[in-house]
């Protein structure tokens, strides 16, 4: 065994110690192991998902037989009739693994872990409500978040009523079956079926999967800085962003050839440092009663976008780079359709036609990923009608959409495929990019994940967030949701600047929009979006001050970019976050296990967005260090301070000490 791992076995029973700390225990009058039989139902409403469970049984398992191996044990695991369920337990190196194999047909299981008074539990995937998840239970099924995501608020009772779109805390694109625990040791479950981690008991932790899972692994770590270093050795990591992703904001542009000449004249006008367009309706449009939406048939719309072939690289040559949108679907009206049902390229309904989706008021056929040849068919369309048209890159969006009633052509089902379904959607656009020999120089954003988005997306983005202050589903969201991310490999993350979703009279106003660019100079990628409905919500161009704000803030991100390809650096060879979470660095400080609207950007540069609407100050915590104001130039040497906050001057510090102080300091003399 190890220093960090200890594992004593009895005639009957077992434990698991790491760091020092039991975190399994198993007797007979306690045992951590329960299987049984279930009956769900699944309904999925436009990416909205209403599940439901029926338990018919659930067992306990206590120890038929348990024998001693050199790196663990083995034990038959019995109903109290016959072994039910074989459990290999093996140590290698720092990581401790549970593997099983269930000789009866049982699709149900759970297994519980000891909880310690004061842990604290982070990860999760991407969590936007909460950045410590105890006390709560979290299901993990890739799902549109909802609008609203608290069912507290009237945001989300009209979502639910008007559109059966309401979320909830534990909603998210991006869920994956792992945690880190404060004890300092990392807990990951080998499955692809719908899963809930429940923290709600004091006195132990849940695992809950929808099959018997393949296995569940445990890391120790010393620091949360090597544990992270581990997580990254086990998902891999995100690559660095390419160099021109550094020169300038992307700014979110819609309606044609001449309003991107427009709008990217007026940007230079107010100095705004542009590194690229992002144009998500370069292949057509359409308008539903969501708002302005896009026709998803992946080609250049010549009649919308007229000599965009030759002014992409016009943009090219002034530094100005292209980007573009696609997802895994093909509208029922476009000719990638037609050619993917033609060639059976398309999932497919029980009766054996073809099954399309509602993505509201269209429909759209599903690439079926798990045929070789569909897939390769797919990455034909990227490579020909994007990447040789010129885009430097795109939202690869969706991937959360699977129905479970599809028929698939690996004749997997859809329970087990739903949550996979991104990563397969990742990987045909990372290959397509490596085939193209594009690797270094394009980038694509994605919102949804699951384990193994790490390497298959080099960007993630929060998601479709709402156009508003609330916690849940706000500005205040993408702070836990970059840090939980971050927290379970994905170290790469920004979101649309402004929000995305405007319903039922929710409109972007022009404080929300500048206190969201404040915040967005000090992520690793800086974005706009117009919104699904941008007649209704502020934009960037709305006046002059706004846009001389962009400006500002796009050359404050512009002159962190040696500090940012540093960190982006760190992040791509020792999985150590851009956005981190006070505890990372400050292992010893109680209190910042509990700060998630703050964000160190890398360990010297900390970071507290204003979230709250008319608010000129902000209350906020700084660990023990000297940290030097950027605006004002004073010292605080840490705890509870607050501090003046007016538009243009959000709360940032840096570490007196850091070696790219002056970096730093020379921020607020900045024009």
């Given at each position: 065994?190890?220093?960090?791992?200890?594992?004593?076995?009895?005639?009957?029973?077992?434990?698991?110690?790491?760091?020092?700390?039991?975190?399994?225990?198993?007797?007979?009058?306690?045992?951590?192991?329960?299987?049984?039989?279930?009956?769900?139902?699944?309904?999925?409403?436009?990416?909205?998902?209403?599940?439901?469970?029926?338990?018919?049984?659930?067992?306990?398992?206590?120890?038929?037989?348990?024998?001693?191996?050199?790196?663990?044990?083995?034990?038959?695991?019995?109903?109290?009739?016959?072994?039910?369920?074989?459990?290999?337990?093996?140590?290698?190196?720092?990581?401790?693994?549970?593997?099983?194999?269930?000789?009866?047909?049982?699709?149900?299981?759970?297994?519980?872990?000891?909880?310690?008074?004061?842990?604290?539990?982070?990860?999760?995937?991407?969590?936007?409500?909460?950045?410590?998840?105890?006390?709560?239970?979290?299901?993990?099924?890739?799902?549109?978040?909802?609008?609203?995501?608290?069912?507290?608020?009237?945001?989300?009772?009209?979502?639910?009523?008007?559109?059966?779109?309401?979320?909830?805390?534990?909603?998210?694109?991006?869920?994956?079956?792992?945690?880190?625990?404060?004890?300092?040791?990392?807990?990951?479950?080998?499955?692809?079926?719908?899963?809930?981690?429940?923290?709600?008991?004091?006195?132990?932790?849940?695992?809950?999967?929808?099959?018997?899972?393949?296995?569940?692994?445990?890391?120790?770590?010393?620091?949360?800085?090597?544990?992270?270093?581990?997580?990254?050795?086990?998902?891999?990591?995100?690559?660095?962003?390419?160099?021109?992703?550094?020169?300038?904001?992307?700014?979110?542009?819609?309606?044609?050839?001449?309003?991107?000449?427009?709008?990217?004249?007026?940007?230079?006008?107010?100095?705004?440092?542009?590194?690229?367009?992002?144009?998500?309706?370069?292949?057509?449009?359409?308008?539903?009663?969501?708002?302005?939406?896009?026709?998803?048939?992946?080609?250049?719309?010549?009649?919308?976008?007229?000599?965009?072939?030759?002014?992409?690289?016009?943009?090219?040559?002034?530094?100005?780079?292209?980007?573009?949108?696609?997802?895994?679907?093909?509208?029922?009206?476009?000719?990638?359709?037609?050619?993917?049902?033609?060639?059976?390229?398309?999932?497919?309904?029980?009766?054996?036609?073809?099954?399309?989706?509602?993505?509201?008021?269209?429909?759209?056929?599903?690439?079926?990923?798990?045929?070789?040849?569909?897939?390769?068919?797919?990455?034909?369309?990227?490579?020909?009608?994007?990447?040789?048209?010129?885009?430097?890159?795109?939202?690869?969006?969706?991937?959360?959409?699977?129905?479970?009633?599809?028929?698939?052509?690996?004749?997997?089902?859809?329970?087990?495929?739903?949550?996979?379904?991104?990563?397969?959607?990742?990987?045909v656009n990372r290959e397509a990019i490596e085939e193209a020999g594009r690797e270094n120089d394009i980038v694509y954003f994605m919102r949804a994940g699951y384990t193994g988005i790490q390497t298959a997306c080099p960007l993630l983005w929060g998601g479709d967030q709402s156009?508003?202050?609330?916690?849940?589903?706000?500005?205040?969201?993408?702070?836990?949701?970059?840090?939980?991310?971050?927290?379970?490999?994905?170290?790469?993350?920004?979101?649309?600047?402004?929000?995305?979703?405007?319903?039922?009279?929710?409109?972007?106003?022009?404080?929300?929009?500048?206190?969201?660019?404040?915040?967005?100079?000090?992520?690793?990628?800086?974005?706009?979006?117009?919104?699904?409905?941008?007649?209704?919500?502020?934009?960037?161009?709305?006046?002059?001050?706004?846009?001389?704000?962009?400006?500002?803030?796009?050359?404050?991100?512009?002159?962190?970019?040696?500090?940012?390809?540093?960190?982006?650096?760190?992040?791509?060879?020792?999985?150590?976050?851009?956005?981190?979470?006070?505890?990372?660095?400050?292992?010893?400080?109680?209190?910042?296990?509990?700060?998630?609207?703050?964000?160190?950007?890398?360990?010297?540069?900390?970071?507290?967005?204003?979230?709250?609407?008319?608010?000129?100050?902000?209350?906020?915590?700084?660990?023990?260090?000297?940290?030097?104001?950027?605006?004002?130039?004073?010292?605080?040497?840490?705890?509870?301070?607050?501090?003046?906050?007016?538009?243009?001057?959000?709360?940032?510090?840096?570490?007196?000490?850091?070696?790219?102080?002056?970096?730093?300091?020379?921020?607020?003399?900045?024009?």
């Open positions: 065994m190890t220093e960090s791992i200890n594992v004593k076995t009895g005639e009957r029973s077992f434990s698991v110690q790491i760091n020092g700390k039991e975190i399994i225990r198993h007797t007979d009058e306690a045992p951590f192991l329960y299987i049984g039989k279930g009956q769900e139902t699944m309904e999925m409403y436009r990416g909205n998902f209403d599940i439901d469970d029926y338990v018919i049984e659930r067992v306990p398992l206590r120890v038929h037989t348990l024998t001693e191996t050199a790196d663990g044990f083995q034990a038959e695991l019995t109903d109290g009739t016959e072994p039910v369920l074989s459990v290999i337990a093996a140590l290698e190196k720092d990581r401790f693994t549970f593997t099983f194999n269930c000789k009866r047909n049982h699709n149900r299981f759970w297994m519980r872990l000891v909880s310690h008074e004061d842990e604290k539990v982070y990860g999760g995937g991407e969590q936007l409500s909460y950045l410590n998840l105890k006390g709560r239970n979290f299901p993990l099924w890739t799902s549109e978040p909802g609008v609203g995501r608290n069912k507290s608020t009237y945001t989300t009772w009209q979502a639910d009523v008007k559109d059966k779109a309401g979320g909830d805390y534990y909603n998210t694109n991006y869920p994956q079956p792992t945690f880190i625990s404060s004890e300092r040791y990392m807990a990951h479950m080998n499955t692809t079926a719908y899963a809930d981690f429940d923290f709600s008991n004091e006195s132990f932790h849940e695992l809950q999967a929808w099959e018997i899972p393949e296995s569940v692994e445990f890391t120790a770590g010393s620091t949360y800085l090597n544990l992270l270093e581990k997580v990254k050795d086990r998902f891999g990591t995100q690559p660095e962003l390419p160099e021109w992703t550094y020169n300038g904001m992307w700014l979110g542009i819609q309606g044609g050839t001449d309003v991107v000449e427009e709008k990217l004249a007026k940007a230079e006008r107010h100095g705004i440092q542009v590194s690229g367009v992002w144009c998500q309706d370069w292949q057509g449009k359409r308008v539903t009663s969501f708002g302005k939406r896009l026709m998803w048939n992946w080609i250049w719309n010549e009649e919308m976008y007229p000599g965009l072939d030759k002014k992409i690289w016009e943009w090219k040559e002034k530094g100005i780079r292209f980007l573009g949108y696609i997802n895994p679907y093909v509208a029922v009206e476009g000719h990638l359709f037609k050619q993917a049902e033609e060639n059976g390229y398309l999932a497919l309904k029980t009766d054996g036609s073809t099954y399309v989706v509602d993505f509201g008021e269209f429909y759209c056929g599903v690439v079926d990923f798990t045929n070789p040849e569909a897939s390769e068919w797919y990455k034909q369309v990227i490579k020909t009608n994007m990447i040789d048209f010129g885009l430097d890159g795109w939202m690869a969006d969706f991937g959360e959409y699977l129905p479970t009633d599809v028929v698939l052509h690996n004749g997997a089902s859809a329970h087990k495929e739903h949550n996979a379904w991104p990563i397969r959607w990742g990987n156009v508003i202050w609330e916690r849940d589903d706000g500005l205040a969201s993408v702070i836990p949701a970059a840090l939980s991310a971050g927290m379970t490999g994905c170290g790469i993350h920004h979101s649309d600047i402004g929000g995305y979703t405007s319903l039922h009279g929710n409109k972007r106003d022009k404080e929300l929009l500048l206190r969201w660019v404040e915040m967005a100079a000090f992520t690793p990628v800086m974005r706009t979006h117009e919104g699904n409905r941008p007649d209704d919500c502020f934009q960037f161009d709305g006046d002059d001050e706004t846009l001389d704000v962009f400006g500002y803030f796009s050359r404050v991100y512009v002159h962190l970019k040696p500090y940012l390809k540093k960190l982006v650096k760190e992040n791509a060879e020792a999985g150590i976050p851009v956005q981190r979470p006070l505890f990372l660095h400050y292992e010893a400080d109680e209190t910042a296990y509990d700060i998630q609207y703050q964000y160190l950007l890398g360990k010297d540069v900390l970071v507290a967005p204003v979230i709250d609407q008319g608010a000129d100050s902000r209350e906020l915590y700084l660990p023990e260090d000297e940290w030097v104001h950027v605006w004002s130039g004073e010292t605080f040497t840490g705890g509870w301070v607050e501090v003046d906050a007016p538009l243009g001057k959000p709360p940032v510090f840096y570490r007196k000490q850091a070696e790219d102080a002056s970096l730093f300091q020379a921020i607020h003399t900045l024009t």
